[in-house]
């Protein structure tokens, strides 16, 4: 490859960022001054240098981290450290929503505007905070904090460069967090419940609130890495065999069997092999990942390494969610721990077998949640996903057979290990083993995460969380997220399992429950939901490309609609309006005039029949889950829900 | 030379070309498509069973001599016990597939895609694009009735929305036309009055607070922009680009290996790109102008085509195309000269040509003025 970077170059402060992370330039080929001396007769290229690309994501992150955007010169100056040619880099700053291309200001709030903030208004919060601040406010899709009522990502840039979270977050404090230094206390701890998670108590979160996060002897007096031990003493396959009787299914939304998955990769023949714990926990709803790593690190690492040894990998990567800097500060400390005490490492525990764990931080994209995007962005690519198959096991990240699960399944695994799979499966339904974390937030009384025996029903779960408001009726139950179904009152005696969930056409997806009352407006939510959609679409394949900007535009007008036809000043239709003028166009006035003289019901049918036909081209034909699911929920309420019948698709 | 253990020998000279060396027979795979049997060989696409049983499949990003993208996804069909549809230029053959290529869902879905791209992307110069509309039934325009003309919506309006639609029952079924015709013109005469009024004071409403749309009303999202015209060799027309990805292949690992070109941005915002949307000239573009060559739409087009076509002048069926080879260099690349009124208007080259699989330098492509001014 014949690198073309010319133009802009990066200043002193640049140079250091990147060089603070990828150590000093070797030459001048590679970003250094130019020397005639070392550089004059040799040229170095070729693969071993531009192996470095997996570097670029994180380069991106140094140079947005001290400076608050990434400009041509640094972005030169990476390409010239990494051998990306500079238009692919820009395909790939340009894919990361918390990466700016344009100067801003160094600190930045990213509000979340999304469906359970809306309901305790997050709307009015971000307009307030958009007309005091202006750009330094950023509206964000689910910051995963819903427990909390309304959320705030502050990312301050400089040479000591602060991420934190403010949650719940209110305008004074989001004002504070942008004009001191000061960073606030970290916030209360999490509401952790586990009455109803069986015979054995809580499982999955048993740590939680109880033992020290930050410390490995902490977490080792609380039964920690006894597990790991035991996996050690019993070997891969007898783990895997474990698994596999337990009957795990993967706790990440696609519900695939933990034990085929990890036995797949064992024996595919291709060497090296990979653990990919995926942490980017983005679906709207869900902050079950966040928690777990926040409280219980050590665990995710313990996890992650029988993982590894199970599997015969020797390498593993944990991908963060961008928007959690904590999840993110705890799994680096707790890594950092237990390689000190030889439990990560060339021989972890003494036991001969190599293992280690590098943590990669998103940069804002739902869509790297989706394994092989996911693959795409370690390597340093754009987040897209791949065509299935190949399998990850087979052809995972850099090619190689890959194991990925989901935080949640990962801590599972320890507990199964520790009881025997076959007793700890007794815990569950014949169909879904074991417990999960419920998500519970919306109108309910005490938000928080829930663990509880799959089984269990709706109305149990939400009974656990103090039911709704006093006074407040249920309008709608939204199940796994905006990629998830909604479901109304009517299905509250449904089981929480992977069986009882299907039967109802429901999907638990990541464990989401969201409960919306009778104050709710969820012409609202679904305008919100189809605008998520249109954001996060990664933009390759074209059902969902433009299909889920035709299903927001369609929503838009509905929603507006039932806006003028019911509370005439609302906020509900803003959200959708202020993010749909950030796309290219602007309404014409003439559009505006037409639409106003000429309106037909029979357009409005002629829509219905649009978006159910839009529904069914985004399910079958796109590549991967987002635009297959992007439909699921607005489907589902228009069907499930007794208030938006009234203006259901025809 | 005097030091016979480092002189050089010459293989003796082979009398006949050798064979290949024998690798393993493929395993040939069974399948089945639209009923009928056929074996190919493993490995083999679902498109190119197809071609076997002379089955046309549609495409759009996908190119013979390009690695699938399958980012289209006009060439879907169905495989039978697959939750979704599987795109026939780059799912493998599996034994015992059972695959029909025109199923309703599989009709659906290509003309979804058509009508989804039509109604973004300006295809008036992409060939094939008007029939294969006509064939899916395709109608673009759909989208902009809907969203143009439809509900700024009173309650009045919404009303006899819902009262029509209480005679169909769930999403996915269409409304009788009895209701449509009916509904449709009361709802127009209550609309007149009162939800003009109420559309237009929402709009001033928002639009002093947040230059944002009118409620009740939305453009239709489309890629349309002005050209880009930054060089004296080809224009970059990205009004008219689908996102194939096929130009990025063919500057990139697909054949120039020049990585000029990536694609930049997200969703509905990506878009063919140099870094920071430099203009051509500031990029590491070389103008061998293979990006043109597989471009199915026009986005991208040697500039004297465009210059014709804007002055109505451009007339292929009059041109009389002819192979040639290459005057500059030793390589030797088929060129395919389009002559137009005794003047080069473009160059190309076979795309099942060995030497070139149609790619050139730019000089093969573009150089050909000495020969129009002689
Ligand atoms: C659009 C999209 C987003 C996803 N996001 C996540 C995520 O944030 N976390 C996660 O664990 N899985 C996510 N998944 C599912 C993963 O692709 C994958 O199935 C999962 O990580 C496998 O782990 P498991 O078997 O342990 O569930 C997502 C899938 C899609 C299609
Ligand atoms: S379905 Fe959407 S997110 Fe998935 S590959 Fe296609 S465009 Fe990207
Ligand atoms: S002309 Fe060649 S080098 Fe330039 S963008 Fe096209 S393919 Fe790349
Ligand atoms: S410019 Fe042409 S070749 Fe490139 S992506 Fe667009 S339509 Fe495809
Ligand atoms: S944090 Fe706001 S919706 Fe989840
Ligand atoms: S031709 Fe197969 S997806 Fe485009």
């Given at each position: 490859m014949d690198l073309h970077i010319v133009g802009a170059e990066a200043n002193a402060a640049e140079r250091e960022a990147v060089d603070q992370l990828l150590g000093p330039p070797s030459t001048g080929w590679h970003g250094a001054s130019r020397d005639i001396e070392r550089d004059g007769r040799s040229a170095a290229g070729g693969r071993r240098v531009s192996g470095g690309r997996d570097q670029l994501l994180p380069a991106l992150h140094a140079v947005q981290d001290a400076m608050g955007w990434v400009s041509h010169g640094a972005l030169n100056y990476i390409c010239a450290r990494l051998s990306v040619p500079p238009a692919e880099a820009w395909g790939v700053v340009t894919f990361y929503h918390l990466l700016a291309t344009a100067p801003r200001p160094a600190a930045v709030a990213h509000v979340c505007d999304d469906i359970a903030c809306r309901l305790h208004g997050a709307e009015s919060l971000c307009a307030d905070l958009e007309a005091r601040l202006g750009h330094a406010v950023h509206r964000s899709p689910c910051?995963?904090?819903?427990d909390r009522g309304s959320a705030a990502l502050i990312t301050r840039a400089g040479p000591e460069p602060e991420r934190f979270v403010i949650a719940p977050a209110t305008a004074g404090a989001i004002v504070d967090a942008l004009s001191t230094d000061a960073r606030p206390e970290s916030t209360a701890q999490p509401v952790v419940d586990?009455?109803?998670?069986?015979?054995?108590?809580?499982?999955?979160?048993?740590?939680?609130?109880?033992?020290?996060?930050?410390s490995l002897d902490s977490y080792r007096h609380h039964g920690g890495y006894a597990v790991l031990n035991k996996a050690i003493a019993i070997g891969a396959a007898a783990v895997i065999a474990e698994v596999s009787a337990a009957k795990l299914l993967g706790r990440g939304g696609a519900a695939f069997p933990t034990g085929r998955k990890w036995q797949a990769v064992a024996e595919a023949p291709a060497q090296p092999h990979y653990v990919v714990c995926n942490a980017d926990e983005s679906e709207p709803g869900t902050f079950k990942d966040r928690v777990l790593m926040e409280q219980d690190p050590f665990a995710v690492v313990e996890a992650m390494t029988i993982c590894g040894l199970a599997t015969g990998s020797a390498h593993g990567f944990l991908y963060v969610r961008g928007e959690y800097p904590e999840a993110e500060r705890a799994m680096a400390s707790a890594i950092a721990q237990a390689r000190a005490a030889g439990l990560l490492g060339p021989s972890v525990a003494a036991s001969g077998f190599a293992f280690d764990i590098e943590i990669r931080r998103g940069g804002g994209a739902y869509i790297c949640g989706e394994e092989t995007a996911l693959f795409n962005s370690i390597e340093g690519k754009r987040g897209e996903p791949r065509s299935k198959p190949p399998f990850p096991a087979q052809v995972g990240v850099f090619g190689q057979p890959t194991v990925v699960n989901n935080v949640e399944t990962l801590v599972n695994v320890l507990d199964l290990l520790d009881e025997g799979g076959a007793a700890w499966a007794k815990t569950g339904t014949a169909g879904s083993s074991g417990t999960r974390l419920f998500c519970l937030s919306g109108h309910v009384a005490v938000p928080g995460l829930y663990e509880i025996e799959c089984g269990r029903t709706l109305r149990q779960a939400i009974a656990l969380a103090g039911g709704l408001p006093a006074g407040r009726a249920l309008q709608a139950v939204l199940l796994g997220g905006a990629a998830g179904t909604f479901v109304g009152p009517d299905a509250l005696d449904m089981p929480l399992s992977f069986e009882g969930a299907r039967a109802a056409n429901a999907t638990l997806g990541s464990g989401v429950i969201m409960v919306f009352d009778d104050t709710a407006n969820l012409h609202d939510t679904l305008a919100r939901i189809a605008q998520f959609f249109r954001d996060e679409s990664c933009g390759q394949c074209v059902p969902c490309r433009v299909g889920t900007v035709r299903q927001a535009e369609l929503l838009h007008v509905r929603s507006a609609s039932s806006v003028s036809s019911a509370a005439p000043a609302s906020s509900a239709s803003s959200v959708s309006s202020a993010a749909l003028a950030s796309s290219a166009q602007s309404v014409s006035s003439a559009a505006l005039a037409e639409s106003a003289s000429s309106v037909s019901s029979a357009a409005l049918a002629e829509s219905s029949v649009l978006l159910s036909e839009l529904g069914l081209a985004m399910k079958d034909a796109s590549i991967c889950g987002l635009g297959q699911t992007a439909a699921s929920a607005i489907e589902s309420a228009f069907a499930n829900i007794a208030s938006l019948k009234g203006s259901e698709p025809s | 030379m005097s030091h016979d253990d480092i002189a050089f020998h010459l293989p003796p000279a082979p009398r006949d070309i050798p064979a290949a060396p024998a690798g393993p027979a493929p395993t040939m795979v069974p399948l089945t498509i639209d009923g009928r049997a056929v074996e190919v060989p493993s490995g083999a696409t679902l498109i190119d069973a197809c071609a076997a049983l002379d089955i046309t499949v549609p495409t759009l990003c996908y190119l013979k001599t390009l690695t699938p993208v399958n980012a289209c996804r006009m060439c879907v069909v169905e495989v039978e016990g697959a939750r979704v549809l599987a795109p026939a230029c780059s799912r493998q053959v599996e034994p015992g597939m059972v695959v029909k290529t025109r199923s309703p869902r599989v009709n659906l879905s290509r003309k979804m895609v058509l009508e989804l791209l039509g109604s973004s992307v300006d295809l008036s110069t992409a060939p094939g694009l008007a029939e294969m509309m006509a064939e899916y039934d395709a109608r673009p325009e759909r989208f902009h009735q809907s969203l143009t003309s439809a509900p700024s919506v009173s309650s009045a309006a919404l009303a006899s929305e819902s009262a029509s639609s209480a005679s169909s029952a769930a999403l996915g079924e269409s409304a009788s036309s009895a209701a449509l015709g009916d509904s449709a013109s009361s709802a127009s005469s209550v609309a007149l009055g009162d939800s003009a009024s109420s559309a237009s004071s929402v709009a001033l409403a928002s639009s002093a607070s947040s230059a944002s749309l009118a409620a009740g009303s939305v453009s239709v999202a489309s890629v349309a922009q002005p050209v880009k015209v930054d060089n004296d060799l080809y224009v970059r027309d990205y009004g008219k680009c689908i996102l194939c990805y096929k130009c990025v292949e063919a500057c990139g690992t697909d054949a120039q290996h020049t990585f000029a070109i990536a694609v930049a941005g997200r969703g509905f915002n990506a878009h063919i790109s140099t870094e920071l949307d430099v203009p051509l000239p500031d990029s590491a573009c070389v103008y061998c102008g293979n990006c043109i060559a597989v471009c199915p739409t026009g986005a991208l087009m040697a500039t004297p085509e465009f210059e014709l076509r804007k002055a109505g002048e451009w007339r292929p069926e009059t041109q009389a195309v002819t192979d040639t080879i290459c005057p500059y260099c030793g390589v030797g690349c088929t060129l395919t000269v389009h002559v137009q009124d005794q003047q080069i208007v473009k160059v190309t080259s076979p795309f099942d040509n060995d030497v070139t699989r149609g790619n050139l330098c730019v000089k093969g492509r573009f150089g050909f003025e000495y020969v129009n001014r002689t």
């Open positions: 910051l995963g904090q819903c586990a009455a109803a998670a069986g015979d054995k108590g809580a499982r999955i979160v048993r740590r939680i609130n109880v033992a020290d996060p930050c | -």
